[in-house]
């Protein structure tokens, strides 16, 4: 799998989504992306949820009269807002919000952590969000018509049922290659988690069911496109009590034993801690790192030397 096949299929890819109807679990939407890429074992493991987005125009009866708002507003006026606002003041127009949800999918591709591919699949349901003209106070800029700060809500309606679109599909061993080839202070964090990975017991699990990496395409200041990657835990189950901050020897090796059974895989603790899960994670750190500096040995020599090196070094996304 590479960057060129991945946009080969593309189109394919967006026919695939936008021809599938939501469903709970998302089982059919799962079966089709494995049946148009045939040679992978594409898994749903986490859904971003809790975002949305302005959507279209509609009239006063659920008429539609433009998919983006932003793009009506560019057609519908010259720049002079006042003669917009004066001609449709009274017309009774509705903004619409687009409630979203990002599924993440991925398959592995090969042997390093890093080996994936990542498909990122946006489920939208568009409803009514705002009266875009407020009464008797014309808009100051363009901001005031697409994202007010003080809008005239109207109840959210649904305008339909919810429907797929692909946000994007990216072959995470490209990306990781081109960080190699050009790191930069942004780019070198990432790399040390995949390093870390592979030094730890974490490495006998497969990374990309544990977490999916939020990438950034982005121009530097001399215009080069670079890129910048956060790893994002896939977790989503209750975690075990925390202990007290004087807990040491045995009843924090039963924590940190029951906290990586609850999350799937070793040394979960110390990912979810560098991937900015959970704040007292590090207080965590530093108590273990007191043990096995010490007399107790509960943790693998592997993962002594992880942890030890973020002692020296710490760094959190």
Known sequence: ?????????????????????????????????????ADLDLK???SRKGWHRPG????????????????????????DLMDLFISYEDAGLLATRLCGVTHYLTARTGSGPWDFLQVEVNELREVTDRLIFSPGIPPDGPEDI??????V????????PSFYRL??????????????????ADTLLVLRFFDEWLASSAAQTTFCRRFVLRVIDYKDRFGDTRLQATPVSTHDTVLPPFPSAIERG???????????RAAGYPMAWYFLMVAGAHPDLERIAHAVHEDVS????????????????????????
Request: aromatic content about 8%; hydrophobic content about 40%; glycine content about 10%.
């Open 56 to 79: 279209g125009v509609i009239d006063g009866h659920g008429h539609r009269i433009a998919e983006n708002i932003g793009d009506w507003l560019a057609d519908a006026t010259s720049g």
């Open 153 to 160: 809500k109207v109840d959210p309606t649904p305008l339909g």
């Open 294 to 317: 010490g007399v107790y040995d509960y943790l693998p020599e592997r993962d002594i030397k992880v942890l030890s090196a973020w002692i020296q070094n710490p760094y959190r996304f």
């Open 1 to 37: 799998m590479n960057a060129q096949l991945i946009a080969k299929g593309m189109e394919r890819l967006v026919y695939v989504v936008e021809g599938t109807a939501p469903k709970p679990g998302h089982g059919p939407l799962i079966s089709a992306l494995n049946e148009c890429l």
């Open 250 to 260: 045995l009843d924090l090796a039963r924590f940190l034993a029951a906290f990586d």
């Open 44 to 46: 749903l493991v986490f």
């Open 146 to 151: 697409v994202e007010p700060d003080s809008p």
């Open 167 to 184: 946000r994007k599909a990216r072959d995470i061993g490209e990306a990781y290659r081109k960080l190699l080839a050009n790191s930069s």
